[in-house]
Nanobody
Framework: QVELVESGGGLVQAGGSLRLSCAAS????????MGWFRQAPGKEREFVAA????????YYADSVKDRFTLSRDNAKSTVYLQMNSLTPEDTAVYYC?????????????????WGQGTQVTVSS
């Protein structure tokens, strides 16, 4: 079982940037796909971005494409979500998740392990 810990959330003004980190422990994540999801108050959890086990393939929700960049450092068992040009609509709790396969998926049901989440608040 892998433990995932997110960090880097906080309060930022619209147009600003944040970088979220997700550190894994318990087992290496080197060959497993990782994803980020978010959940705003009163809304369903939604897909944000995912990266394949090798890091060669990345996928983004349309709402964050060209603003967010997902990367991974397998040596550090850490994935990073760089978020630029943030808007109030990006306000949510952001969750990191890990699959047990190398292929990334945009569906939350495909992920076996989840972090506790980190709050991102974007003020207007």
């Amino acid at each position: 079982q892998v433990e995932l810990v997110e960090s880097g959330g906080g309060l930022v003004q619209a147009g600003g940037s944040l970088r979220l980190s997700c550190a894994a422990s318990g087992r290496t994540i080197g060959s497993y796909a990782m994803g980020w999801f978010r959940q705003a108050p009163g809304k369903e959890r939604e897909f944000v971005a995912a990266i394949s086990g090798s890091g060669a393939s990345t996928y983004y929700a349309d709402s964050v494409k060209d603003r967010f960049t997902l990367s991974r450092d397998n040596a550090k068992s850490t994935v990073y979500l760089q978020m630029n040009s943030l808007t109030p609509e990006d306000t949510a709790v952001y969750y990191c998740a890990s699959r047990i396969y190398s292929i990334a998926l945009p569906s939350a049901s495909g992920y076996a392990s989840w972090g506790q989440g980190t709050q991102v608040t974007v003020s207007s």
